[in-house]
Nanobody, 125 residues
Framework: QVQLVESGGGLVQAGGSLRLSCAASGRTFSTSAMGWFRQAPGKEREFVSA????????YYADSVKGRFTISRDNAKNTVYLQMNSLKPEDTAVYYCTADTYHSDHRTGRYAYNYWGQGTQVTVSS
């Protein structure tokens, strides 16, 4: 069983930065692929970023490439999402996810079997 708890969301002006954190419980964190998804009001949940078990491989949606950076600290069981140059269209609830069956990212939200409760990110124009 894995529990994921996100933090770091909030209200920021366009052009600003936020750093999301996801603290994970469970022994499988260090061997699991981890990811971030987001869901804006009235829209489907979409992929944002993912990272392999050792941090060697990272993946980004085109909409955030060059602005967001994913990282992980296996000693702290934590994954991070550094978000810079934020835009109003980044406003959404951000969810941390874990795929405990695989060590690297696989495409599709159904590849991830554990989800956090989400943290709200609001970017004002």
């Amino acid at each position: 069983q894995v529990q994921l708890v996100e933090s770091g969301g909030g209200l920021v002006q366009a052009g600003g930065s936020l750093r999301l954190s996801c603290a994970a419980s469970g022994r499988t964190f260090s061997t699991s692929a981890m990811g971030w998804f987001r869901q804006a009001p009235g829209k489907e949940r979409e992929f944002v970023s993912a990272i392999s078990w050792n941090g060697q491989n990272t993946y980004y949606a085109d909409s955030v490439k060059g602005r967001f950076t994913i990282s992980r600290d296996n000693a702290k069981n934590t994954v991070y999402l550094q978000m810079n140059s934020l835009k109003p269209e980044d406003t959404a609830v951000y969810y941390c996810t874990a795929d405990t069956y695989h060590s690297d990212h696989r495409t599709g939200r159904y590849a991830y079997n554990y989800w956090g409760q989400g943290t709200q990110v609001t970017v004002s124009s």
